[in-house]
């Protein structure tokens, strides 16, 4: 039985990563042993460090691990655990959870996808979901891959295995982009949708690359799902603190893998080459709301910050769809599915435009109506997305009267 892409890594990483992953880093493991040293002889004189120390303490902030802080990473993992029920002894690899060796902390998000792009898109084939966030086609072809688009669903919005595995084999795709509850549609997959994901991972021994930044921000009264639970040999899963920390500024992202050769020693390597390491200031203050989190959840409780964002994301996502739905507009992305999650949606034009997506969004902002993205960024033309991360209850009331004008100056 051929074995899970994660776990023939050496086999299957372009030789410039494994270069870079197998290569000694002598900087930060000796500043690890030194730093250790140092704590039991505090006469030995640090000649290691290449930052600039003592000359005003009151300012300086100092080089972190390449792959986080130890804490913050460990937070994370049992985070995640609690959260997706990863320590309950059922993911295969995985009998008692992750540890902080399964979470790589990078500079957001971003830099954890184009590093995973790096490790699984160079002279490869990678398909991404109909409408994606553009970010993924540049980090596929930036690390020297193809970037195809394949459909998740089908006509009445079921998730079509058959026709993905299909298209999979069709165009020998090495990797797959699963993004959901997804930016920019909202679209969400079940628990039961995961595991028929899982079973087209592993039929046709595609990488996963979840991106998983919105994950339990969904209001569809689904739990939140990963797919580090259904297919760990194939998925690793990308988050970050921008959405659910309402960090976006701290550029604190991580990637977290069942198998912790990809983290630990991949990973860390690559991040380590990239930005030597994710910023100290962005960890600290996610490390404080990571450590309020778990002692919710290690009480049973809803982590409260989460609580509170999740439940105002919910209020203007239903008033931003009745309002929508006032004016013409239609929800796009999963067929009759409205958007179950993340701050976004997609809405298709009304009939009373006759322009195209690109054409709505000047004269919207000319007008001073609103803001709003064309679809085709997406690759969704012939509807915009609109945050409703951005907007209070009251912008979206103002919207509703804004909307009215600008119809009536259009007909």
Known sequence: MLLAPLDRLDEILPARVRVVAARETPIPTIAVRARAAATRMPGLVRGDIGQVVGV?????????????IDALRAGL?????????????????????????????????????????????????????????????????????????????????????????????????????????????????????????????????????????????????????????????????????????????????????????????VMRKLIRANTASPGILGQERLLGLVQAEVADLRAGREPALLGRIRGEMHRRRDALVTVLARHGFSTVGRPNHGPAGTIFLMAALPGWWAGTDEEFVEAALEAGCVSAIPGAAFGLPGAIRLSYGAMSLEDITRLDGNLAAFQSSRV
């Not at 039929?203 to 921000?217: F, P, S």
Request: include cysteine; aromatic fraction near 8%.
């Open 56 to 68: 005003d303490p009151s300012v300086e902030v100092l080089y972190g691990p390449p792959a986080g």
């Open 77 to 265: 993992a049992e985070t995640w655990n609690r959260t997706f029920g990863l320590a309950d002894g059922t993911v295969a690899g995985l009998p008692g959870g992750l540890t902080a060796d399964h979470v790589a902390v990078c500079t957001g998000a971003a830099e954890g996808l184009s590093l995973l792009f790096k490790c699984f898109a160079e002279d490869r084939t990678v398909a991404l979901p109909r409408g994606h966030w553009e970010n993924y086609t540049n980090g596929v072809e930036m690390a020297g891959g193809r970037a195809v688009t394949v459909d998740y669903f089908d006509a009445r919005g079921a998730l079509d295995a058959t026709g993905l595995a299909r298209a999979l084999r069709a165009e020998k795709v090495s990797a797959l982009v699963a993004n959901f509850p997804c930016n920019p549609t909202g679209a969400a997959l079940s628990a039961e949708e995961c595991q028929q994901l899982a079973r087209v991972a592993e039929d046709t021994g595609v990488v996963l690359i979840a991106d998983e930044v919105y994950a339990r921000l969904r209001y569809d009264g689904l739990p939140p799902v990963t797919m580090l639970k259904y297919a760990p040999g194939h998925a690793v899963a990308v988050s970050s603190a921008s959405k659910e920390y309402l960090l976006p500024g701290a550029r604190v992202g991580f990637v977290l893998s069942a198998r912790a050769y990809l983290t630990n020693v």
